[in-house]
């Protein structure tokens, strides 16, 4: 007996060609293949036809099945999408072609990543904007910050991300850059226009889930709510919501252990700017090699605003620099980036066309990377769980040596946690520790505690439909997790895997979740899914050729009169076809299926009780005569 897949997916659409089929059944079967303990339709997933929850499975038992991939089946065709051979070779022309410009712009992504590609957040261009000259002047020591927000408000009065409407970032930032402007005696046009849209809108606040609410904006927003009193800016203080959030505040506040975060690096660095009564000259010490604090713009432009030191000067002009006089809500993101990218690209399908580039982005990874574990950004003393399940994940994956001892960094008492003192737990944080889980050895215990521990997690989460995520918004965030607990990482096929990520992936349209909403273009971006599209159909009708192929091969060859069905053909091609899927594998991926028809088709023939031992040692002699033949003649 042989231990096989626990779940095979069957799927019904293809992702570009609208009611095609890759594999699908009219009506699921009570048994399908020997092994098979339960079917049920999951129609909570996205484009799914059928789940088979299989155990241990040895050579099925289909023959009562014949038919039944036959019923209803409707497949992608090229003779059928095209009239003719002509406009058949212009299709296949033009999918090359496109194929071949996304391989490009992928490849001039990959080759030109260095501290990562962020979008810019208004709210920490607000604080960077408010530095006064370090020499005494009296003017911004960076007016291109000024500049930036004056050319960046929206339509509607506020400042923040364009294409999704959240309350929480929309107003934090919107406050932030009126708080900038007013200071600088500017533009009272925009200001008013700010304003307005705070008072019309700070009542959503309340109406917004807790998770996507954006990191510490129960400090920073009564902070600068504070900012704009002294700046005789009218902000609402009767709303019920702006209470909760001042409550939240005091309640965090005295859970800071000021005494650690004087000592020892912690995540509290990333938010100063929204924190009384710091002794700077300790806190000083503690500052990244590149002169940030824990690589934040806000918090380290409030940190120069108090010392004028030097190193946070210089950390400044670098990002403002980078960003034409905006700066993102926390840079670098290198090693985020990095890793991310890699991880979307093998999940998409399509990592074959990038093996060198993404080798360097590894190796990136694997320079940084620590016995204590990794975070966004290289040369950090902070580090967490995320980003380290992310890079051990794919650093082993890789070849890579790397201790699963790091994880003991991340465990106390039985429990897994992203930071230390975190107050939530984050769902992506403990998805991907339990994805890093499952590529351990023998007798790592620490992996097999985190498995228990984070599947559990995510299970009581499933169970409350509380799969949201506090660090990202993304396209189908329950629908990864549960994949990822139905079908474990080492029986997963790497077609089926892709069919479900083409669904969950979202593009461009996935937005992360830091001080304010952000967006990571070589993470998150439609030039990857148009790849993965393309690809996986252009795969996918070559495996529909090659399945053409095999049928007329069974036919000629008359395996039906030895008891093979055409269903248990189609099982053995589908299984090869999940696994060695690439194109130019064709010729392994066809040895694969007939080999296995082979293989049941003497199995069934010589499990008779007609065939006699004579017959058997002919057969076995005749069989090991042509090998030796083959080889000669080779």
């Keep these: 007996m042989t231990s096989q897949c626990s779940s095979i997916l069957l799927l019904r659409f293809s992702p570009t060609v609208h009611g095609s089929t890759f594999l699908s059944l009219a009506k699921p079967p009570p048994k399908l293949f020997a092994g098979a303990s339960s079917v049920r339709p999951k129609d909570e997933w996205v484009n799914l036809g059928i789940h088979l929850q299989c155990k241990a499975v040895s050579r099925p038992d289909i023959g009562e099945y014949t038919d039944l991939f036959q019923n209803g089946l409707s497949v992608i065709k090229w003779n059928e999408i095209v009239e003719d051979g002509i406009e058949e070779e212009a299709l296949e022309e033009s999918a090359s072609k496109k194929i071949k410009e996304h391989v490009q712009s992928i490849r001039s992504m990959l080759d030109s990543m260095d501290d990562g590609e ?6 920490d261009t607000a604080w960077v904007a408010l530095v006064e000259d370090i020499h005494g002047k009296g003017t911004p020591q960076f007016p291109s910050s000024l500049q930036w927000i004056a050319n960046n408000q929206l339509h509607d009065g506020s400042w923040g991300d364009g294409s999704i409407f959240s309350a929480h970032d929309r107003i934090i930032n919107t406050l932030a850059c009126v708080i900038a402007l007013k200071s600088w005696n500017m533009h009272p046009d925009k ?5 307005l849209f705070i008072k019309e809108n700070i009542c959503k606040l309340g109406d917004e889930t807790a998770e996507h609410m954006p990191i510490g904006f129960e400090v920073a927003f009564p902070s600068l ?22 409550a939240k505040r005091n309640l965090k506040l005295t859970r800071i252990p000021k005494d650690i975060m004087h000592i020892v690096p912690t995540t509290l660095l990333h938010s100063l700017e929204g924190m009384p009564d710091l002794n700077w000259e300790k806190l000083l010490k503690l500052q990244c090699p590149d002169g ?4 934040s713009p806000s918090s380290t432009a409030f940190a120069l605003m108090q010392t004028k030191d030097d190193n946070c000067l210089r950390y400044l002009n670098k990002a403002v620099e980078r960003f034409n006089g905006g700066v993102p809500n926390v840079y670098p993101v290198d090693l985020f980036e990095h890793i991310w990218a890699v991880d979307r690209l093998e999940r998409l399908g399509i990592s074959r066309y990038f093996q060198s580039e993404i080798k360097e982005c590894i190796d990136y990874v694997y320079r940084y990377w620590t016995e204590e574990g990794i975070c966004w950004a290289r040369k950090s003393r902070v580090h967490d769980i995320d980003d380290t399940a992310m890079g051990f994940r794919l650093l082993r994956l890789h070849g890579h040596e790397v201790s699963a001892d790091v994880f003991g960094h991340f465990e106390k008492g039985g429990e897994f946690f992203c930071f230390a003192g975190q107050s939530t737990q984050a769902v992506t944080g403990m998805f991907n520790l339990y994805r890093a889980s499952q590529v351990l050895f023998p007798g790592e215990k620490i992996l097999e505690d985190a498995k228990m521990f984070s599947a559990k997690f995510l299970r009581e989460k499933q169970a409350n439909n509380e799969l949201f995520d506090k660090w990202i918004i993304t396209k189908d965030l329950p629908g990864e ?12 096929l790497p077609r089926v895997e892709t069919r479900f990520y083409l669904e969950q992936y979202g593009g461009e349209d996935d937005v992360w979740i830091g ?13 990857y899914l148009e790849l993965a599209k393309l690809d996986y159909n252009n795969c996918q009708a070559l495996h529909q050729l090659e399945w053409n192929i095999i049928q007329k091969w069974y036919t000629e ?9 055409q269903t248990s053909l189609l099982f053995k091609y589908y299984m090869a076809a999940a696994s060695i899927f690439e194109p130019e594998r064709s010729k392994e991926r066809l040895a694969w299926a007939k080999t296995s028809v082979l293989v049941e088709t003497i199995l069934s023939y010589f499990g008779t009780e007609e065939i006699y031992g004579e017959q058997r040692t002919d057969f076995i002699r005749q069989f090991r005569n042509y090998l030796h033949n083959g080889r000669c003649a080779a």
């Design 225 to 246: 709510i504070e900012i704009a009193r002294k700046l005789d800016i009218e902000v609402p203080d009767d709303s019920q919501v702006l209470q909760e959030i001042y």
């Design 118 to 123: 962020i979008s810019v957040s208004a709210y």
């Design 292 to 295: 940030s604090f824990l690589f």
């Design 515 to 527: 001080k304010t909403l952000y967006r990571m273009s070589f993470v998150n971006n439609n030039t």
């Design 481 to 492: 997790v549960g994949l990822a607990l139905e079908v474990p990482w080492y029986a997963s």
């Design 191 to 195: 200001r008013e226009k700010g304003m």
């Design 557 to 565: 060859s008359n395996l039906g009169q030895f008891g093979i069905s």
